[in-house]
């Protein structure tokens, strides 16, 4: 299952992490967010134990959301080391999460 990240669990989980992170963020009443989710569930379980998927519901935590600039969702940023190195605006198809995911387990 997708882990689900706050503004008080981030910096913890998501910039500490030793592995890459994807992060989806969205929000309860977005039909594209809801159309990438069960997405983002499936490549949590696919890439389990070599990198952490998870969503920050926006609505809930604004200050990260506000903190990288997020000003449409679904947005997904991929993490490696702290640092920002991919970002995905808009439902795109699985295989090109996948594919940009990989690129970060090099």
Avoid: H
């Amino acid at each position: 299952m997708a882990k689900q990240f706050t503004d008080s669990s981030w910096d913890q989980e998501v910039l500490g992490s030793d592995k890459p992170v994807l992060v989806d963020f969205w929000a309860e009443w977005c039909g594209p967010c809801r159309m990438i989710g069960p997405l983002v569930e499936e490549l949590s379980s696919e890439y389990e134990g070599k990198a952490i998927v998870g969503k920050l519901n926006v609505d809930d935590n604004q200050a990260v959301a506000t903190k990288y600039g997020i000003r449409s969702i679904p947005t997904l940023l991929i993490f490696k080391g702290g640092e920002v190195v991919d970002k995905i605006v808009g439902a795109v198809p699985k295989s090109m999460l996948a594919q940009k995911l990989e690129a970060q387990l090099k």
